[in-house]
């Protein structure tokens, strides 16, 4: 059962996620309008080349895929490599040599069976 900090963690997840939807769909259509209805739009008192409107989300798309590939780098260069799986597979071996074999008493399986009801035929 969920307790209430679950239930309010939750509405917070939910409130951010809302935020981070009208952010994106504000800054799409702001885009869209900018790239195709308004070139040369004035920004700051000074004409905003057509071209930045490209230029920008570009270099900012390039800049993100580079981060997430120098991320996946360092992660690997830092993770020490797997043991081979021969050794992992011995260990196993060894362990389960090392188990002793615990076998069920018969009585126990037969006292079990007795418990069941029997059904009475009818005739």
Do not use: H
Not at 5 to 29: N, P, R
Not at 32 to 39: D, N, S
Not at 64 to 72: F, S
């Amino acid at each position: 059962m969920a307790s209430y900090g679950d239930a309010q963690m939750a509405s917070k997840d939910q409130l951010i996620g809302g935020i981070i939807f009208v952010i994106c769909v504000v800054v799409g259509i702001l885009y869209t309008i900018g790239l195709f209805f308004w070139p040369g739009a004035n920004l700051l008192g000074e004409k905003l080349p057509y071209i930045w409107l490209i230029a920008i989300p570009v270099y900012l798309a390039f800049i993100a895929i580079m981060a997430i590939g120098a991320w996946i780098g360092w992660t690997m260069a830092t993770t020490p490599p797997p043991k081979p799986i021969e050794e992992i597979t011995a260990k196993v071996e060894v362990e389960e040599e090392e188990k002793p074999v615990e076998e069920a008493p018969a009585e126990t399986a037969k006292t079990e069976e007795e418990k069941k009801p029997e059904r009475k035929k009818k005739a």
